[in-house]
Nanobody, 126 residues
Framework: QLQLVESGGGLVQAGGSLRLSCTAS????????MGWFRQAPGKEREFVVG????????LYADSVKGRFINSRDNAKNAVYLQMNGLKPEDTAVYCC???????????????????WGQGIQVTVSS
C-alpha cells in the first residue's frame, strides 16, 4: 500500500514562497505519475500540476503557470512543489496524488489517481 505525506505548508505573505514536499512510503514511485491538487474553503478540488513518472511531461494549471515548479526525486521517493509569487487566492489545502502507469509520459486526469495524501494547509496573507 502506497502512502503519501505532504509537508512544508504554512502561512506566508503575498509574494512569498513555499516549497511543498510529498514523500511516499510503502512502494517506490519511480513508475508512478504524480500530481498536486488543492481545495480552497467552499470550493471544489482543482488541479494544480501533474507530472509523468519519467518527468518528461509536466502539466500546470493556467493559474499557477510561471509561478509554481514541480519536480521529483525518485531516489528519495518524493515530489516537490516550489511555489513562488504566492497570492491570497492560492490559499488552500494542497494534496499530492499518485497513480501507477505504463506510459512513461502519461499524466492522469484527476479521477484516475489511486492514492492521495491527507493534504496540508497553505495560507497566503494579503
Amino acid at each position: 500500500q502506497l502512502q503519501l505525506v505532504e509537508s512544508g505548508g504554512g502561512l506566508v505573505q503575498a509574494g512569498g514562497s513555499l516549497r511543498l514536499s510529498c514523500t511516499a512510503s510503502g512502494r517506490t514511485v519511480s513508475t508512478y505519475a504524480m500530481g498536486w491538487f488543492r481545495q480552497a474553503p467552499g470550493k471544489e478540488r482543482e488541479f494544480v500540476v501533474g507530472m509523468s513518472w519519467s518527468g518528461g511531461t509536466t502539466l500546470y494549471a493556467d493559474s499557477v503557470k510561471g509561478r509554481f515548479i514541480n519536480s521529483r526525486d525518485n531516489a528519495k521517493n518524493a515530489v516537490y512543489l516550489q511555489m513562488n509569487g504566492l497570492k491570497p487566492e492560492d490559499t488552500a489545502v494542497y494534496c499530492c496524488a499518485a497513480k501507477s502507469v505504463w506510459n512513461r509520459n502519461y499524466v492522469p486526469t484527476e479521477n484516475e489517481y489511486d492514492y492521495w495524501g491527507q493534504g496540508i494547509q497553505v495560507t497566503v496573507s494579503s
